[in-house]
C-alpha cells in the first residue's frame, strides 16, 4: 500500500511541476550544437533559433530528448457557431512529437506555444474540434492540431516555444508560411 501511494506521490509531482527541457540542436545535419540551460538564468544564451515546417527540433534536459516538428499550417472555413469573437481567418497547426528517451510520459501542447502574427499580435487558440496532446512513452510518437484566430490577411505565423513548467522562451522560434 506504501509503495502505491509513493508511486501516485511521484506521479502527481511529475505532472505538476512538468518538464523543463534544454536545446540540443543540430543545424544542417553537421555535429554543431548549441545548449542552453534554462534552470541557470546568468547562463541562458539569448540567440534564437529560426526553424520553418518540417525542420526537425531536439530538445533535451537531465531526463532525456524529445523530438518536434511543425507539419503543416492551413487555412479552414470552418466557425465555431459560439464563438463570439470574429477572425478573418481561422488555421490550424499540426505538429508531430516524440518522446526519444524520456522514461516519463509527456506531452506538447498549446501551453508550449506562442503564437503571434506579422504585427507581432498573440493569437488566440480557436475553439474548433481539434485532437488534445497526449502523453507519450518512450520511443513513442503522436500528431496534433491546434486551431488559432488570426485577424490579418498576412499568411504568415510565429511560434515561439515554451517550458510548460517554468513558462520561459527557449529561444527558438518557428516561422509558418502559406
Given at each position: 500500500m506504501k509503495?502505491?501511494?509513493?508511486?501516485?506521490?511521484?506521479?502527481?509531482?511529475?505532472?505538476?511541476?512538468?518538464?523543463?527541457?534544454?536545446?540540443?540542436?543540430?543545424?544542417?545535419?553537421?555535429n554543431h550544437s548549441e545548449n542552453v540551460n534554462l534552470n541557470d538564468s546568468n547562463k541562458e544564451d539569448s540567440k534564437e533559433?529560426?526553424?520553418?515546417?518540417?525542420?526537425?527540433?531536439?530538445?533535451?534536459?537531465?531526463?532525456?530528448?524529445?523530438?518536434?516538428?511543425?507539419?503543416?499550417?492551413?487555412?479552414?472555413?470552418?466557425?465555431?457557431?459560439?464563438?463570439?469573437?470574429?477572425?478573418?481567418?481561422?488555421?490550424?497547426?499540426?505538429y508531430w512529437y516524440e518522446n526519444v528517451d524520456l522514461d516519463e510520459d509527456f506531452y506538447i501542447d498549446e501551453d508550449n506555444f506562442k503564437v503571434y502574427d506579422k504585427n507581432n499580435t498573440i493569437l488566440d487558440t480557436y475553439p474548433l474540434d481539434v485532437s488534445y496532446a497526449n502523453a507519450i512513452s518512450k520511443g513513442r510518437n503522436a500528431t496534433n492540431k491546434i486551431a488559432y484566430g488570426l485577424n490579418s490577411d498576412d499568411n504568415y505565423v510565429e511560434i515561439e516555444l515554451?517550458?510548460?513548467?517554468?513558462?520561459?522562451?527557449?529561444?527558438?522560434k518557428i516561422i509558418l508560411q502559406w
Amino acid at each position: 500500500m506504501k509503495k502505491c501511494i509513493l508511486v501516485a506521490m511521484a506521479f502527481f509531482l511529475l505532472f505538476t511541476t512538468g518538464c523543463s527541457f534544454n536545446e540540443n540542436v543540430n543545424l544542417d545535419n553537421k555535429n554543431h550544437s548549441e545548449n542552453v540551460n534554462l534552470n541557470d538564468s546568468n547562463k541562458e544564451d539569448s540567440k534564437e533559433n529560426v526553424y520553418g515546417i518540417n525542420d526537425l527540433i531536439t530538445l533535451n534536459n537531465e531526463s532525456g530528448t524529445m523530438n518536434l516538428k511543425i507539419l503543416s499550417v492551413k487555412e479552414t472555413n470552418e466557425r465555431n457557431e459560439f464563438e463570439e469573437k470574429e477572425y478573418k481567418k481561422v488555421i490550424f497547426i499540426e505538429y508531430w512529437y516524440e518522446n526519444v528517451d524520456l522514461d516519463e510520459d509527456f506531452y506538447i501542447d498549446e501551453d508550449n506555444f506562442k503564437v503571434y502574427d506579422k504585427n507581432n499580435t498573440i493569437l488566440d487558440t480557436y475553439p474548433l474540434d481539434v485532437s488534445y496532446a497526449n502523453a507519450i512513452s518512450k520511443g513513442r510518437n503522436a500528431t496534433n492540431k491546434i486551431a488559432y484566430g488570426l485577424n490579418s490577411d498576412d499568411n504568415y505565423v510565429e511560434i515561439e516555444l515554451r517550458s510548460q513548467s517554468t513558462g520561459k522562451s527557449l529561444n527558438k522560434k518557428i516561422i509558418l508560411q502559406w
